[in-house]
């Protein structure tokens, strides 16, 4: 055994992969390398013995770019199947244990394009349309967190900048491309455990003498928010979930416009039989283990029947952006993101909640002691209502604060199910003592939102501080104080308290008020706190002084 170069790095655990397991069920340790890199292959014979992927993968309907129809179509599934196993792809990048890349995009999602063009025929050029579709939808400021599928959030000063958020500021989850569909040429499907199905088009669904109309704020929010806590602090699933390491922006509110589910479900005569589950189809094309699937998840009939899942065209009184789901979507009022289908091209009435992976392998909150090597798909609780959470959108953490007495905080809180925040505390001492927001300075309250807040929190000492937030919603449910205590492998709804550092310069202290005049007068810059001063932080004098007055250092023997 020798050193490697990073030897350091690799023993502080900054080096991610590069350790070896330690084997200790023997009577000696043993030290198992990391996996070789798996080496690169191509069957071409293969993958042209599956056919012209132009005729195989074409376009769906007219009109509908980018569409592919999977899920009715098991030929197909396997042509695509055959194509992914017959080479290999680029693993999954390794960062969760390293550095995150200071870019942005931040990370480019290789594996996806290279599928995408894989499969070829309508997918070939997605990644590029979904690419300009973000350019010209998104805000010119947006954190890029994931180049294709697109995901993206704002950045900390634009996230609560006003409490319904702009249309180009939203955040967007996106697990495949962006079909690009003509309103014209769109209908969606109703049908399985219905007594008539149907076809709607856009122009059935907003004649107002058929369908009343809906109007809503809502929240969405990824059930993924504020993960990079989590990620730091332990490493997690390492397949696709960490291509959306979130800071405290998958969070967004809008003002919603459709009709409600239920209306268009009686429209088809209602459930019959066993029906207890709405399973939405979306047109984008999801890459899981090798398959090729359109997005799908399911909810349950009580939650259309009370009138909380609505077909939506409109965001913000514009039609809803290509990025967020054109020309229709589905709406989930309190439950996760991953609910609200985008590009909805079917609804189909089942008996049970569907298998797709996306409900039934993904989105799964585990007990901490779950892991890699013993996690069972049931030990995960499928997450429909986020509990109660909140974050600080400024200052940021590991700031230097000047201040006289009070530091000014804000950001949001939220909780779903139909819960609102009705209390927001904030602590400067690491979640000893709390001071409430008065009621005044949050947002208004809404039964379906978030509610942005302000807050000049008042504090005392000077130097490194922990400030958090937590929200006590209308149920008087509250957050747990710490990241570990809600740690899970899925590295989903990290709703402990938000906790940021801030070094507090507290300019009520008399001796740090005559120290920033002090370096004001001699113009020294307000360096870094780790740059030593190039001011001294005393006069010998006053040094003199003061051991002229006090008692010399050592205690004398009587
Ligand atoms: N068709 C489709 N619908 C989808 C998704 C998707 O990838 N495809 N992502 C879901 C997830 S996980 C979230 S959090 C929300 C995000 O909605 P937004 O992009 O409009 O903010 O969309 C949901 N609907
Ligand atoms: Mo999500």
């Not at 107002?208 to 490493?235: A, D, L, N, W």
């Not at 993101?337 to 909640?353: D, E, F, H, Q, T």
């Not at 000014?408 to 009705?422: F, L, N, Q, T, V």
């Not at 009621?439 to 958090?468: A, H, Y």
């Amino acid at each position: 055994m020798e050193n490697r170069p990073d030897e350091w790095k690799i023993e502080q655990g900054l080096t991610g992969a590069s350790l070896p397991v330690l084997d200790m069920t023997g009577p000696e340790t043993r030290a198992i390398p990391p996996a070789e890199v798996q080496k690169e292959f191509k069957d071409e014979d293969a993958i042209k013995a599956v056919g012209d992927p132009n005729e195989l993968f074409q376009m769906e309907r007219t009109g509908w770019k980018g569409f592919v129809e999977w899920e009715e179509y098991p030929e197909k599934k396997a042509a695509a199947h055959k194509i992914l196993t017959s080479q290999s792809f680029p693993g999954a990048p390794e960062y969760q244990m390293t550095e995150i890349p200071a870019t942005n995009p931040l990370l480019d999602g290789e594996r996806w394009k290279l599928w995408h063009s894989a499969i070829g025929g309508e997918l070939t050029v997605v990644p590029n349309d979904s690419w300009k579709i973000v350019l010209e939808e998104k805000h010119a400021d947006m954190l890029h967190i994931l180049q294709f599928p697109y995901n993206g959030e704002p950045p900390k000063r634009l996230v609560t900048s006003k409490p319904v958020t702009p249309n180009p500021l939203h955040f967007v989850r996106n697990h495949g491309g962006i079909p690009i569909i003509d309103k014209q040429n769109y209908s969606f499907l109703l049908d399985g455990l219905v007594s008539h199905p149907q076809s709607f088009t856009l122009d059935e669904l907003m004649d107002e003498t058929r369908f009343p109309r809906m109007k809503k704020h809502v929240t969405m929010q990824c059930s993924g928010t504020r993960r990079i806590e989590q990620i730091t602090r332990y490493p997690g699933k390492g397949d696709e979930l960490p291509q959306a390491p979130w800071a405290e922006g998958a969070i967004g509110t809008a003002e919603y416009e459709g009709v409600s589910l239920k209306k268009i479900i009686k429209a088809c005569g209602g459930l019959i039989d066993d029906g207890k589950h709405l399973e939405f189809f979306g047109a984008d094309t999801y890459f899981k283990d090798n398959e090729c699937m359109n997005y799908r998840v399911s909810v349950p009939w009580s939650k259309v029947k009370a009138n909380e899942v609505m077909l939506a065209w409109n965001m913000n009184g514009e039609p809803l952006p290509k990025i967020h789901g054109y020309p229709l979507r589905v709406v989930v009022f309190g439950y996760i993101g991953a609910r609200s289908v985008k590009w909805l091209y079917r609804i189909k009435a089942i008996n049970a909640p569907t298998r797709a992976p996306v409900q039934s392998k993904e989105y799964l909150y585990f007990p901490q002691q779950v892991g890699k090597y013993n996690m069972r798909l049931t030990d995960g609780i499928q997450i429909q209502e986020m509990p109660v959470s909140s974050a600080i959108m400024s200052p940021w953490t590991k700031q230097v604060v000047i201040h006289e007495g009070s530091i000014r905080c804000k950001g949001w809180a939220y909780s779903g199910g139909g819960r609102w925040p009705e209390r927001v505390e904030l602590s400067a001492d690491g979640g000893f003592s709390w001071y409430t927001v008065p009621p005044e300075n949050l947002s208004k309250k809404r039964k379906w939102t978030w509610r942005t807040w302000e807050f000049d929190l008042p504090c005392d000492v000077e130097g490194w501080i922990d400030v958090l937030v937590r929200c006590w919603d209308n149920a008087l449910n509250t957050q747990p104080p710490d990241v570990r205590t809600a740690w899970n492998w899925g590295l989903h709804v990290t709703s402990s308290c938000h906790t940021i550092n801030l070094y507090s310069v507290n300019k009520k202290h008399p001796a740090t008020r005559a120290r920033l005049e002090d370096m004001e007068r001699n113009q020294v810059p307000l360096a870094p706190i780790t740059v030593p001063l190039s001011i001294p932080s005393q006069s010998w004098d006053d040094y003199e002084k003061f051991w002229r007055k006090h008692d010399p250092r050592d205690a004398d023997e009587d």
